[in-house]
């Protein structure tokens, strides 16, 4: 298998292949070797804008073997699970999810959030500048499409030793279309 790809509705996203060995490499192989009798698992994730139930997503694989190049296409075994798991994505809010942050030695703060949008609308989510102490944020704002997931990163100053500084969403500086949005769990970044 040389290339795959989840398709629907006249999207497609490219999916990393995976060896089914047990192995999980930090780095996808370009290739995977399927022996015969093998059964891989394909695996993707479909972002689609509330509440449209998108059309089954389709698998495409590209292989090559004995007799050539080609492409095989693949629709989830259980329609059903497809549903609910759209469902469980509808019935979610707009989110925040702390990714990843950094303090440097002279005190520089950045943290990488994910905001997730199920839609249908696009939402405004906005990081306010504002300063408490020897504290600065900067602002911050991304506008999320309905149906995605969106990086967003805040930048901010202040002591080096940041365990007691709270980040924007800890003072209410962190707003969806001007409501709270604070991180699902917990919101840990120093």
């Known amino acids: 298998m040389t290339e795959a790809r989840?398709?629907?509705d006249g999207h497609a996203d490219e999916v990393a292949l995976y060896p089914d060995d047990g192995t999980d490499p930090d780095v996808a192989p370009e290739s995977i070797t399927v022996e015969p009798g093998m059964q891989p698992t394909y695996e993707g994730i479909l972002l689609a804008a509330c509440p449209d139930l998108p059309s089954a997503p389709?698998?495409?694989i590209d292989s090559t073997d004995s007799a050539g190049k080609h492409t095989d296409r693949f629709r989830p075994d259980?329609?059903?699970d497809f549903?609910?798991?759209f469902d469980e994505w509808c019935a979610r809010p707009v989110s925040m999810e702390v990714r990843?942050?950094?303090v440097s030695i002279d005190g520089a703060y950045e943290i990488r959030?994910?905001?997730s949008n199920p839609g249908p609308a696009a939402v405004q989510v906005v990081a306010e500048g504002y300063s408490d102490g020897d504290t600065t944020w900067e602002t911050a704002e991304v506008i999320v499409p309905g149906g995605t997931?969106?990086?967003m990163t805040v930048l901010g100053h202040g002591p080096r030793h940041c365990r007691t500084v709270l980040p924007p969403?800890?003072?209410g500086h962190m707003l969806a279309d001007g409501v709270p949005l604070t991180p699902e769990y917990g919101g840990t970044w120093c």
């Open 6 to 8: 989840l398709v629907w």
């Open 58 to 60: 389709v698998f495409e």
């Open 78 to 80: 259980n329609l059903d």
């Open 83 to 85: 549903a609910k798991a």
């Open 100 to 102: 990843q942050s950094s």
């Open 113 to 115: 959030l994910m905001i």
């Open 149 to 151: 997931i969106t990086p």
């Open 169 to 171: 969403w800890g003072t």
